[in-house]
């Protein structure tokens, strides 16, 4: 197919070329509905010939059909280019510096208008191209690990991670900087809160629910937030720096092992469970709402336990859910599973031949709720009761994705399971606390007056 039409076939094909409109020309579209003025984009080339994709002057994307048009006029052409060139930082010495590892993800992507997908293509020299605000506030080097989505993290990558922050402290680095994909981005968080201990300088992973060519992106303001936060706040902690709000006011931090994501798109996706954020960030400051963190240190002294057993699975309990799930993982050797279970822990009863054949093969088995919010409490009802006397240890107040990778941290380290439960069971870095905070469970309903009348005053 000619350059000239990029990715069009069919009727929309037919359509641009009766008008003898090329991509990356600026258009004006007649229609039926209409009149639409923007550039001609690339189509994707798994999609259908009825559509022809215009870029409106805000920025956002939308899909003509060829079935509605009666005109179009070649306005100007001039050809896209979606790569922004890296560019060298400027070096102050007056600036702290941050060392920022990129692994992917939407915070570090574009648009591929040959498939019409997000890819991971920015390095991150190319994100200070896009975000030169970012010289303002420190001198930061970069480092690209990986240039993966975050579905494709694991293990491996989180022990790269935690070995290559460990060097980077010792090297005398002010803060570190995470660019991660959303998805997935608390399971690395809850990974490096284990296998990086006693930080003395702060660990920030950050990224996008949008990416960078999108008007309403989120990757520019969570970048500067996340680097202030790495270079001039006194909270050596791993934590997530993301939106508080959808609106662009202010950030906020939350630590490694309570942070989870909780919507698909909304921009302020993140929220703390079981607790409260660490701290606010904005361009101007960063307010603390803890005052018992970890404090940021002059030494270089950093712990770093990069272990992870693999055989470790997480499982979400469900009403009729059969046994010989158990035992297949347990026939795929499998060493450890967790398990979302209802209300305060509990699976129905046909699993517990299963899980009973499990602990005789030296299977750890933990227990966590469904419900996110809350403690596991076993021992109230009989079913708990029966459970934990088959072997099942409740794992209080930690969360399912968190004591997965606590489990599989922990078996990476021993096979003894007394040395796993004492090491499950001993909270590193809140994972488990002795009581939900009063203001730690929030969900507001909507619709009913009271809860309206609020959100008209106040921000999402």
Known sequence: MSDLFKGYKGKALLVLKKFKIRVWSETLIE?????????????????????????????????????????MKEL?????????????????????????????GTIASRLDYRTGAVIPAFSPGELYGAVPELADICNLTTEKLFAVFSENMGPEEYKVLAIAIGEEIKKGI??????????TLHHTASALSFMVQNSPVPIILVGSQRSSDRPSSDAALNLIHATKAACESDIAEVMVCMFGPTSDEYALLH?????????????????????????MVDKEKITPIWTDYNHRRNDRNVE?????????????????????????????????????????????????????????????????????????????????????????????N???????????????????????????????????????????????????????????????
């Open 31 to 71: 229609t039926t509905r209409g009149e639409f003025k923007g550039v001609i984009l690339p189509r994707s080339e798994n999609d259908d010939d009825l559509h022809i994709v215009l870029k409106l002057i805000t920025g956002y994307n939308i899909g003509i059909d060829v079935n509605t048009v009666t005109n």
């Open 76 to 104: 100007g052409y001039k050809e896209a280019h979606y790569k922004i060139p890296e560019k060298e930082f400027p070096f102050s010495d007056d600036k702290p510096n941050v060392k920022l590892f990129g692994t992917g």
């Open 174 to 183: 002010d803060g570190i900087v995470i660019g991660h994909g959303t998805d």
């Open 255 to 279: 630590t490694g092992t309570r942070v989870r994501k909780m919507h698909s798109s909304y921009r302020s996706t993140f929220r703390t469970i079981g607790d409260t954020p660490i701290a």
């Open 304 to 396: 770093i336990y990069p272990y992870f057993e693999e055989k470790v699975t997480l499982i979400y309990y469900y009403p009729n859910m059969q046994p010989d799930i158990i035992d297949s993982l347990v026939e795929s050797g499998y060493k450890g599973i967790v398990i979302a279970g209802t209300g305060l822990g509990h699976v129905n009863k046909p699993l517990y031949p299963a899980i009973e054949r499990a602990i005789k093969r030296g299977v750890a088995i933990y227990m966590t709720v469904q419900t996110l919010w809350g403690y596991v409490h076993m021992f109230v009802y009989d079913t708990g009761r029966d459970l934990m006397n088959k072997g099942i240890i409740p794992a209080e």
């Open 398 to 460: 930690m969360l399912p994705e968190v004591a997965y990778i606590k489990l599989g941290w922990a078996l990476g380290q021993t096979d003894d399971l007394d040395k796993v439960r004492q090491i499950m069971l001993k909270p590193i870095n809140r994972e488990i606390t002795e009581r939900e905070a009063y203001n730690g469970y929030l969900i507001f309903q909507g619709g009913v007056p009271g809860i309206d009348d609020f959100l008209k005053n106040f921000h999402k």
